[in-house]
């Protein structure tokens, strides 16, 4: 947790002094959110939770790492927002939260790899939303897990049931960073799969962009167009590098069918 608090990847400091960690296209697919009551499941360290305070929303974060929750709750006192955190897994976010409900369900970039289950993870979702409320999801594309990491070169199934565990020192904050405890392991999740999880909880999808753009070095030759945006080159065919949605729980319950 301190190499990423340190780092340039999040940019803490910028932060403090009112930089805005949230991509544009999130702040314009999510709407107004003043008044509104906010849950960011696998919150990390609050950046982002913090930032949809700071837009007016009622926040709660939800993170597994006391850590994690430990450094939110520091960063939002040290900032004056106002926010709760609560640690505790994102399958049992229910549980941890009982007799709550909110009007968005927001969970960022590089979270679903780090879940088995997707079933599991939309029906916690449906059942922290109130009736008209909505998840929102911006994720990576998982068409870019086929990729070797150092050009286009397919090396990967799309369709990979079982989860990558990998063994390297670093983190993505800093690569070079030296670390212990290095195994982690990692699931890829098929757009079908997540859209179909999210509609078998219940919800109905409202919208599905895919995006040319990423918030990070994906491959060495992807050019910065923007400050933190990274595309392929000119002259290169498109892909699409992230993807975001949104789905709603039915203000009403379905009429049922007739006998």
């Not at 190499?3 to 940019?11: M, P, V």
């Not at 360290?45 to 006391?66: C, E, I, N, Y």
């Not at 757009?191 to 999808?205: D, H, K, S, Y």
Request: include cysteine.
């Amino acid at each position: 947790m301190p190499i990423h608090l340190r780092s340039g990847f999040y940019d803490v400091v910028g932060f403090r002094a009112g930089r805005d960690p949230l991509p544009p296209f999130e702040i314009e697919e999510v709407g107004e959110v003043a008044g509104k009551d906010l849950l960011h499941l696998q919150c990390h360290f609050g950046l982002d939770t913090l930032s949809w305070a700071r837009r007016g929303a009622r926040v709660v974060g939800l993170d597994f790492s006391p850590p994690a929750v430990e450094a939110a709750r520091s960063l939002a006192a040290d900032t004056g927002l106002e926010a709760e955190f609560v640690c505790a897994n994102v399958y049992e976010a229910a549980e941890a939260l009982p007799g709550r409900s909110f009007d968005v369900v927001y969970t960022g970039t590089g979270a679903l790899d780090w879940l088995p289950d997707l079933g599991r993870w939309a029906e916690a979702i449906a059942g922290l939303l109130r009736p008209g409320g909505f998840l929102y999801l911006a994720e990576f594309h998982p068409v870019t897990w086929i990729f070797a990491d150092e050009d286009l070169t397919v090396r990967y199934d799309y369709f990979r049931k079982e989860g990558v565990v990998s063994d390297e020192p670093g983190t993505y904050a800093n690569p070079d960073a030296e670390t212990s405890h290095d195994r982690t392991h990692e699931w890829n999740h098929p757009l079908g799969e997540v859209i179909t999880a999210i509609i078998e909880a219940g919800l109905r999808l409202e919208m599905l962009n895919e995006h040319d753009h990423t918030l990070f070095r994906r491959w060495p030759f992807l050019v910065e167009t923007e400050p933190g945006v990274y595309r392929l080159p000119e002259g290169m065919p498109s892909l699409p590098l992230m993807y975001s949605l949104r789905a709603g729980k039915p203000a009403t319950a379905p009429a049922s069918r007739p006998t």
